[in-house]
């Protein structure tokens, strides 16, 4: 089972980079039929095995609650509200690929994933997958091939996921990752994760998105606090020196240097906060305005999917504030709940995981860290689906580090031990050392 998900999300992630349609219905397409078989097939192996479907039980929980909430408020919506211009079939088709699929994804990697051993094949599965939706974002990029990747007006590239800023999303979350892959291994492997980190890099910059970068520092600056007793500072910097050398490199002879110039110091440096934001702060004020036309909504929000009905001209751009708006309180609270949950429990289990465990333990923590950051400022949809695949796999990493802890020097505070000493002439004499 967990070569067939490694391969599974290699499939998934290599039709994404590769610009393949494999849709068959509104809202079925051949990778959902293929999650879709993997878990019939653990179901009927959780039946005849009778095994437990307990595992991150409070994450579940929070899924159902959030699933119900949507479908009770979709109902009233379309039912009894009547929304202009709102589609019962079309926001029953967004509630089922954007939070029940979500839902099934986390349950076929949290279960198809019994092992340490299992988890690393399916975490190897989905970096190879990014490694490839970056080198064709590269080679499409570079006119070596042509899959017909948007390059937007400014020059950014949207990449494989087919959006700049979610592409950067998805590329800050795995990689933490990749960089765990290339720190635990050795020789040939250890420099080809260290060049899947630099191609990783290399299309960040290519996204020059700022929401991504922000996720990036803020990935950093948390990592650093969160595990300051694991830092070894002297081995940190030789690898980040010689990742900046190699990058600064790459990008004084690319295009994209002068661009992320531009975005990062020219755009921000405005006074203008909406200008500074790229709009965002309008799209927020907006959205909170008509919010206070109706006060109870920042209770129970307007209805599944009743922003995309409403005459706003953008997307929210903050995935918070979708929530908030559409499924209130509710909403709000559980889907920031799934969010900050998964990297609560996998930051208490790396503090005693055996490597390689704690190292991916580590990685998931700062990409989530990383994603909680810049879906403030985006909307995300395509990079979901990895995410959730990826909170599987992470959740029974947990359970299996829980499971079998380990206690090393990283981990325990030294303790004063007693120590014997003897004098001259052979006799014992008492002390302590540190």
């Known amino acids: 089972m967990p070569t067939i998900l490694g391969l599974a999300a290699l499939f998934l992630l290599a039709t994404d980079a590769l610009n393949m349609d494999l849709s068959l219905l509104p809202g079925v397409s051949a990778k959902n039929i293929i999650i879709y078989l993997i878990a019939v097939v653990l179901a009927l192996r959780m039946v005849v095995s009778r095994g437990s479907i307990m595992a991150a039980g409070q994450m579940q929980g929070a899924f159902i609650v959030q699933i119900g909430y949507a479908i009770v408020t979709w109902l009233v919506a379309a039912l009894l509200i009547q929304y202009p211009h709102y589609d019962l079939v079309a926001s029953g088709i967004k509630l089922k690929t954007g939070l029940i699929d979500h839902y099934i994804f986390f349950l076929v990697f949290l279960f198809g994933v019994r092992t340490t051993e299992d988890a690393m094949k399916v975490i190897k599965g989905l970096l190879v997958g990014a490694l490839l939706a970056n080198v064709i974002t590269i080679l499409d990029a570079a006119g070596i091939i042509s899959l017909g990747f948007r390059i937007r007006e ?10 700049s800023n979610q592409y950067a999303a998805f590329i800050i979350l795995f990689l933490p990752a990749t960089i765990a892959a290339a720190v635990s ?81 020219g755009t921000s440096g405005s006074i203008d906060a909406n200008t500074a934001s790229s709009g965002r702060s309008e799209i927020w004020a907006t959205a909170l305005g008509v919010m206070f036309t109706h006060p109870i909504s920042f209770i129970t929000g307007y209805g599944w999917d009743a922003y995309s009905s409403m005459p706003f001209q953008y997307s929210p751009h903050n995935h918070y504030l979708a929530l908030w708006f559409n499924l209130g309180l509710v909403g709000l609270f559980f889907g920031s709940y799934l969010l900050f949950s998964a990297i609560g429990r996998a930051r208490r289990s790396s503090l005693h995981a055996a490597p390689p465990l704690r190292g991916q333990l580590i990685a998931f923590v700062l990409g989530t860290v990383g994603v909680v950051t810049a879906v403030f400022f985006v909307d995300l949809h395509k990079p979901w689906f990895y995410f959730w695949m990826y909170a599987g796999v992470a959740m029974r990493m947990v359970i299996c580090a829980d499971e079998n802890p380990v206690r090393d020097a990283a981990t325990v505070p030294q303790v004063r031990r007693p120590v014997v000493r003897r004098d001259p002439y052979g006799w014992a004499q008492s002390g302590t050392r540190s």
């Not at 590239?157 to 959006?163: N, S, V």
């Open 185 to 265: 291994s050795r020789g040939l492997q250890r420099l080809f994760w260290f060049g899947a980190t630099l191609v990783g890099c290399m299309t960040l910059v290519m996204t020059a998105s700022r929401g991504g970068f922000v996720g990036l520092a803020m990935m950093c600056a948390v990592g650093a606090y969160l595990y300051r007793h694991l830092i070894s500072y002297g081995r940190i910097s030789g690898w980040v020196f010689g990742s900046l050398i190699v990058l600064v490199l790459i990008i004084s002879f690319s295009q994209y240097g002068n661009l992320l110039a531009e975005r990062m110091i």
């Open 154 to 163: 400014d020059g950014r590239t949207a990449g494989a996921i087919g959006e």
